[in-house]
């Protein structure tokens, strides 16, 4: 403790920094942000953008910046992610920042953060191009929990031979991810043809009766295969279980090495 207090004294380091190294969060005016999520459970902290306005978002992202050395936000709209870019270049200059429009997820680095690397293939399945958004939500935290990540879209089973097409592929990565929507069959077929965890992301597409995501949610929870499942448009929660278990596998090939 007193080296944090020496070096907020000389400067060296931020109020915020100091916190959150003393608490394990660090508190602004957009909340209070868990710079020791990523030590205590292995996932990273994340900014979800709904429901916060672009100040707190971005008040947020630039704490994360600050104590963490990286800022992920999901769930982010245009206006929020502008309100993160400006915030960046005053609060910190030298950060690089990502905005993946079509997943909405904003990823910020500063100059001194080292991304980790996972000897592990988390593989990203769509049934179709509906399913986008919340993949590519899975994908991106996978990728920043430092997993190679490979995709693999638009092979739904309305066309099974498009699946049957990329079975290989899909067999050659680690832990599967797979999202779908309507009545959620992929999963359950993706899991009845390779022998690696496989987990089931329903999306809200869909209309009429079980639509917006139920019949696909119910449909992967009824699975007869080795399914596990997320709620509907989870893609972070998709994303750190694969990653959770593509750490693992890390750590195991790397203790026989």
Request: glycine content about 12%; charged content about 25%.
């Amino acid at each position: 403790m007193r080296e944090i207090l020496e070096a907020l004294a000389a400067g060296e380091t931020s109020v915020e920094a100091a916190e959150a190294e003393l608490r394990g969060y660090a508190s602004n005016d957009g909340g209070r942000f868990d710079a020791a999520r990523e030590s205590r459970g292995g996932v990273p902290e994340a900014i979800l953008g709904d429901g916060k306005t672009p100040a707190e978002v971005a008040a947020l992202a630039s704490t994360a910046v600050e104590t963490t050395g990286r800022a992920i936000v999901t769930r982010v709209t245009s206006e929020q992610a502008g309100a993160v870019r400006r915030r960046l270049a005053e609060d910190h200059p030298d950060a690089t920042m990502r905005w993946r429009e079509r997943s909405n997820v904003v990823v910020a680095r500063g100059p001194d953060f080292e991304p980790p690397r996972l000897d592990a293939d988390v593989g990203i399945v769509t049934a179709g191009t509906s399913d986008a958004v919340p993949a590519g939500e899975a994908a991106a935290i996978v990728g920043e929990m430092g997993a190679r990540v490979g995709r693999i879209d638009d092979v739904g089973v309305a066309g099974i031979a498009r699946l049957l097409d990329r079975l290989e592929d899909i067999r050659a990565h680690d832990v599967v991810i797979v999202a779908a929507g309507r009545e959620g069959a992929l999963p359950t077929v993706v899991a009845g043809l390779v022998d690696v965890p496989v987990i089931g992301l329903p999306v809200s597409t869909g209309y009429g009766q079980g639509g917006d995501g139920e019949a696909a949610a119910l449909g992967m929870l009824q699975s007869c295969t080795a399914l596990t499942t997320v709620n509907v448009d989870a893609g972070f929660t998709a994303g750190a279980q694969a990653g959770l278990i593509a750490r693992q596998l890390d750590d195991a090939r790397g203790k026989r090495a």
